[in-house]
């Protein structure tokens, strides 16, 4: 089983408490999700978020796309309490499912199989992926997304605003060959993985001193340029990979993979 770098305790803390107020819009956000939630074609499905808390995702995806059949899966009773309040004051309708992605039992029920900022927690991504293909259907989809913070300049900014994240991110995980070789492993098809977004790094810390606050403000001064300047000239902030489900057994590693084949800019 993959080792975790977090736990359902880490995560209660994290949403314990959390606002119930509707999800502010973010045009990157929604493209992202937009173009997942597209694989799946025009007919409703179902649609499973692994890693849902605190549920400002499933209300965007709700918004976006109406017409699907949308649930959550989360391992943090606190998140899933938070999750359920969000998405009743936004009137958004979606099951919600406490329990752990790896032992969830609803092999094959679900048409897309999404996480954002779940895959980098966890030390073997392989693992953690084939346990999002055991949930598709045959020729359903899997798509991830991993924040971008192994480039040397994210990586700097990190390590200095908030080096406790550095114990709960898996570095090397956000990679794109790292991910290729995942969606491989999970006998995935049509495996398309790549970079979105402009250059960003980490603005939050909880250090006030002087120099941490004229850090932050260089920081977001980059983000700021980050919005204009693509990352193909500097280095994307997000990293996302997409592969189908076999409808037939698949042999394993060795189905065609599309490399940097996803753009938003």
């Known amino acids: 089983m993959s080792r975790d770098l977090t736990t359902p305790g880490y995560w209660d803390g994290q949403w314990r408490g959390a606002r119930s107020?509707?999800?502010?819009r973010r045009m990157a956000v929604d493209r992202l999700l937009t173009r997942f939630l597209d694989l799946a074609g025009?007919?409703?499905?179902?649609?499973l978020e692994l890693g849902c808390a605190p549920g400002d995702l499933l209300e965007r995806m709700y918004r976006l796309r109406p017409r699907h059949r949308?649930?959550?899966?989360?391992?943090?009773?606190?998140?899933?309490?938070?999750?359920?309040?969000?998405?009743?004051?936004?009137?958004?309708?979606a099951a919600l499912h406490e329990g752990d992605l790896r032992a969830f039992d609803r092999p094959g029920a679900f048409?897309?199989?999404?996480?954002?900022?779940?895959?980098?927690?966890?030390?073997?991504?392989?693992?953690?992926?084939?346990?999002h293909a055991r949930l598709c259907r045959p020729g359903g989809h899997v798509a991830l997304s991993v924040p971008n913070y192994a480039s040397p300049v994210p990586r700097w900014f990190l390590a200095r605003m908030d080096p406790g994240a550095l114990e709960t991110h898996r570095l090397p995980t956000?990679?794109?060959?790292?991910?290729?070789?995942?969606?491989?492993?999970?006998?995935?098809?049509?495996?398309?993985?790549?970079?979105?977004?402009?250059?960003?790094?980490r603005t939050?810390?909880?250090?006030?001193?002087l120099a941490r606050r004229v850090l932050r403000g260089?920081?977001?001064?980059?983000?700021?340029?980050?919005?204009?300047?693509?990352g193909s000239l500097a280095w994307h902030s997000t990293l996302v990979a997409t592969g189908r489900v076999p409808r037939a057994p698949s042999n394993g590693p060795g189905n065609p993979v599309r490399r940097h084949g996803i753009s938003l800019e």
């Open 218 to 230: 260089v920081a977001r001064l980059i983000n700021g340029l980050g919005r204009v300047v693509p």
């Open 111 to 131: 048409d897309l199989v999404l996480s954002l900022g779940l895959l980098e927690h966890f030390e073997d991504p392989a693992a953690i992926v084939r346990a």
């Open 174 to 201: 956000m990679q794109v060959d790292v991910l290729q070789r995942a969606f491989e492993a999970a006998g995935l098809e049509g495996v398309d993985v790549g970079g979105v977004g402009g250059p960003k790094v």
């Open 42 to 47: 025009e007919a409703p499905v179902d649609v």
């Open 204 to 209: 939050r810390t909880a250090d006030r001193t």
């Open 70 to 93: 949308y649930h959550g899966l989360d391992y943090s009773p606190e998140g899933i309490a938070a999750t359920r309040a969000r998405l009743d004051a936004a009137g958004v309708e």
């Open 21 to 24: 107020r509707r999800a502010p």
